[in-house]
T-cell receptor, first 108, second 115 residues
Framework: AQRVTQPEKLLSVFKGAPVELKCNYS??????LFWYVQYSRQRLQLLLR??SRESIKGFTADLNKGETSFHLKKPFAQEEDSAMYYC??????????FGTGTSLTVIP | KAGVTQTPRYLIKTRGQQVTLSCSPI?????VSWYQQTPGQGLQFLFE???????NKGNFPGRFSGRQFSNSRSEMNVSTLELGDSALYLC??????????????FGEGSWLTVV
């Protein structure tokens, strides 16, 4: 069963505009959720994890258990934010389920 | 610290052959997991090893296998290659601080093309 859903494959926003990348999950217990980012020609890297509740590069994500969502947000998009973003759910034993990813393009 | 290192980075194999991919985790990381990434299926979990023991296995056929050595380095093997095995194979390591919520750190991957 699909555990992580990212409904948008492609997302384009103008520089300075707010951006929201959607992520919904399906999990019966307490989910451990992450956002990973892959910039052009770079490896997949952690952007943020919900358990630490920190803001990285201006991005935040709030876990909404009622809506089973973990949307990624940034108030003002920058050109360097253009990348592929993956939402992921981590299970015990480091088994991760990844969404299909959203390709974000920030238009200058 | 050096990041997760995977070798080889690129390889081409013929259908029916087998292939072995290698992964060196970040120093001190004892958990190593493998993922297959394809345009159609995205990132899919293959298996995870911790202290030389396979703890989890994804939904892949038995042709896909792996192992972990005492120094935490890991290898994965794919036997009797099929065209559909063409993919980017990613290795990730984790410090395994707790049972859940551990961050995994990825290597650059090994690009396998089966012809």
């Amino acid at each position: 069963a699909q555990r992580v859903t990212q409904p948008e494959k492609l997302l384009s926003v103008f520089k300075g505009a707010p951006v929201e990348l959607k992520c919904n999950y399906s999990y019966s217990g307490s989910p451990e959720l992450f956002w990973y980012v892959q910039y052009s020609r770079q490896r997949l890297q952690l952007l943020l994890r919900h358990i630490s509740r920190e803001s990285i590069k201006g991005f935040t994500a709030d876990l909404n258990k009622g809506e089973t969502s973990f949307h990624l947000k940034k108030p003002f998009a920058q050109e360097e934010d253009s990348a592929m973003y993956y939402c992921a759910l981590g299970e015990p034993g480091n088994q991760f389920y990844f969404g299909t990813g959203t390709s974000l393009t920030v238009i200058p | 610290k050096a990041g997760v290192t995977q070798t080889p980075r690129y390889l081409i194999k013929t259908r029916g052959q087998q292939v072995t991919l290698s992964c060196s985790p970040i120093s001190g990381h004892r958990s190593v997991s493998w993922y297959q990434q394809t345009p159609g299926q995205g990132l899919q979990f293959l298996f995870e090893y911790f202290s030389e023991t396979q703890r989890n296995k994804g939904n892949f056929p038995g042709r896909f296998s792996g192992r972990q050595f005492s120094n935490s380095r890991s290898e994965m093997n794919v036997s009797t290659l099929e065209l559909g095995d063409s993919a980017l194979y990613l290795c990730a390591s984790s410090p395994q601080v707790g049972t859940v919520g551990n961050t995994i750190y990825f290597g650059e991957g090994s690009w396998l093309t089966v012809v």
